[in-house]
């Protein structure tokens, strides 16, 4: 059996939500995304109506995202930040974030630089949920790691 700490868990969640909030927001690249996404000002209203659930849900997913990161660093013993960065947010994005984000250029007809805002967020966000995830988990009593001797870091799995 594999443990699998929850408090990292959150604090990745609310750390990609955070970092979504700052990435499109209208000073950084927010007013450039709602021109390419073809985002009205109406629709952008309408959708402040629906802000809390929107972000909830946003939680979550990410919690997800950041509960299937913790059990493949787990089970791959990734347990520095090299490895978190490298090895678990590196590989994930350039699996699943570059490759299936594709359609919105192939298949959408959305522009370029659209793909490049959307994919460069989700980079910046894995690579520091990676992060909080292998220290998170390192510095807590009950974590996905037993530090043997604290200095070799390795993951616990039984």
Not at 61 to 84: K, P, Q, R
Request: hydrophobic share 55%; net charge neutral.
């Amino acid at each position: 059996m594999i443990a699998v700490t929850l408090w990292p868990i959150v604090a990745a969640g609310v750390a990609s939500v955070l970092i979504g909030w700052v990435w499109y927001h209208p000073r950084v690249f927010g007013t450039t995304w709602m021109r390419l996404a073809n985002v009205t000002p109406e629709m952008a209203e309408r959708g402040k109506k629906m802000m809390p659930l929107s972000v909830l849900v946003s939680l979550c997913g990410s919690m997800l995202i950041a509960y299937v990161m913790n059990y493949i660093g787990i089970a791959f013993h990734i347990y520095d930040w090299v490895g978190a960065v490298f090895e678990l947010a590196l590989w994930s994005w350039l699996g699943f974030v570059v490759p299936t984000s594709l359609g919105t250029i192939l298949w959408e007809q959305r522009p370029l630089k659209l793909y490049f805002i959307n994919v460069f967020y989700w980079l910046v966000t894995l690579t520091v949920m990676a992060l909080i995830l292998v220290v998170g988990s390192q510095t807590l009593v009950a974590s996905s790691y037993d530090v043997q001797g604290e200095t070799t870091g390795q993951y616990q799995s039984e």
